[in-house]
């Protein structure tokens, strides 16, 4: 079987910390890092994060686009992505597990006094991997926790709704309302005043998912407006947030830089190997992506 090369390409993340932390697991690897990328057909999979335009034009061999971070809108938005190249992106214990631990952090902070943690109940929008740790992680902790999401199957020991009409009921119920969504067309500017309307005036927003599911001028009016009491913004549609932007200096936003749950290189390092491995051998791959339903 012939070996194949996989190329890194991260601009904005330690490149050199993911290939010695392949190196450690099989030192025979032959990896490369953007710029360096050698002969562009010798590649057959490729690890990207904000990766630079034009390069997947240039790797005709591709056939395994993989997400260094969970979320893969930064890979289907690409033109030149092929519809045959499959797409897999990092999902593991650690990155569940920071995010978890972030989200914990930030109800507890932003809670009323007097609320107590068997009172305050969160509305999680996304339970897929780490929306479902996050919501029994939650759970564990005393939290009432219901989640919504796309489709309209029940999940094991955590109440969810679907669907519009659901998603207003739940936003009317939730002291905490948490988006936890994949940036999709479909949840794109989902956090806008039609739901803002329907929150709690009291209600608490986190938003982890992406700046992208943010209406801003919405959000600031639904505060200004006592349409809502707070919210905690990880992730704004330009990162870092800008200094001269309202949500800077907003008394009711709380910003943090996109940190939320950091990719983790050794796990990282381990869904890529394995999924190198089963491509090689025909296997299915971990963590994949589907093109279609665009997460
Ligand atoms: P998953 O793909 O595992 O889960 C996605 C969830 O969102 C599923 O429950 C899915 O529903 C639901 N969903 C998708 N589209 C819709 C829709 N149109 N309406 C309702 N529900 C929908 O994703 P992950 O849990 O792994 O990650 C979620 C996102 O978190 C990432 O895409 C990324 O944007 C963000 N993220 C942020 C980080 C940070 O540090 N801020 C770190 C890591 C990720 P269903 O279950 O029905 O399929
Ligand atoms: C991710 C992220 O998608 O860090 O992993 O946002």
């Given amino acids: 079987m012939m070996d194949m090369s996989i190329l890194i390409a991260m601009p904005n993340r330690d490149q050199q910390a993911l290939k010695n932390e392949l190196l450690a697991m099989d030192n025979g690897l032959d990896v490369r890092l953007w710029p360096d990328i050698g002969r562009a057909d010798d590649i057959e999979f490729a690890v990207l994060w904000q990766h630079p335009e034009?390069?997947?034009?240039?790797?005709?061999?591709?056939?395994?686009?993989q997400s260094y971070g969970a979320g893969?809108?930064?890979i289907l938005k690409d033109r030149d992505l092929r519809h045959n190249v499959h797409i897999t992106r990092v999902c593991g214990s650690a990155l569940q597990d920071s995010m978890s631990a972030y989200l914990a952090e930030r109800i507890a902070a932003h809670n009323l006094p007097g609320r107590s943690i068997a009172e305050t109940r969160v509305g999680l929008l996304?339970?897929?991997?780490?929306?479902?740790?996050?919501?029994?992680?939650?759970?564990?902790?005393?939290?009432?926790?219901?989640?919504?999401?796309?489709?309209?199957?029940?999940?094991?020991?955590?109440?969810?709704?679907?669907?519009?009409?659901?998603?207003?009921?739940?936003?009317?119920?939730?002291?905490?309302?948490?988006?936890?969504?994949?940036?999709?067309?479909?949840?794109?500017?989902?956090?806008?005043i039609h739901l803002f309307n329907h929150f709690r005036p009291d209600a608490?927003?986190?938003?982890?998912?992406?700046?992208?599911?943010?209406?801003?001028?919405?959000?600031?009016?639904?505060?200004?407006?006592?349409?809502?009491?707070?919210?905690?913004?990880?992730?704004?549609?330009v990162e870092p947030c800008p200094a001269q932007h309202p949500f800077r200096r907003h008394p009711a936003i709380e910003s943090t830089e996109h940190t939320a749950s950091i990719t983790d290189p050794h796990e990282a390092a381990e869904v890529i190997?394995?999924?190198?491995?089963?491509?090689?051998?025909?296997?299915?791959?971990?963590?994949?992506?589907?093109?279609?339903?665009?997460?």
Avoid at 54 to 65: E, K, M, P, S, T
Wanted: hydrophobic share 45%; proline share 3%; charged share 15%.
């Fill in 72 to 74: 893969v809108e930064g």
């Fill in 54 to 65: 034009g390069l997947l034009g240039q790797l005709h061999r591709l056939r395994v686009a």
């Fill in 126 to 192: 996304g339970v897929g991997r780490l929306g479902l740790a996050a919501a029994q992680h939650l759970q564990s902790l005393g939290y009432q926790v219901t989640g919504w999401r796309r489709s309209a199957g029940a999940l094991e020991g955590v109440p969810v709704m679907h669907g519009g009409e659901q998603l207003f009921a739940l936003c009317a119920d939730s002291d905490f309302v948490i988006c936890l969504l994949p940036l999709t067309p479909a949840t794109e500017n989902m956090l806008n």
């Fill in 273 to 295: 190997l394995s999924n190198y491995h089963n491509l090689q051998h025909s296997a299915p791959l971990l963590c994949r992506v589907d093109h279609k339903r665009g997460y």
């Fill in 204 to 237: 608490w927003l986190i938003n982890v998912g992406r700046g992208a599911h943010v209406v801003e001028n919405d959000l600031i009016f639904a505060l200004d407006n006592g349409l809502l009491r707070g919210a905690t913004l990880d992730v704004t549609r």
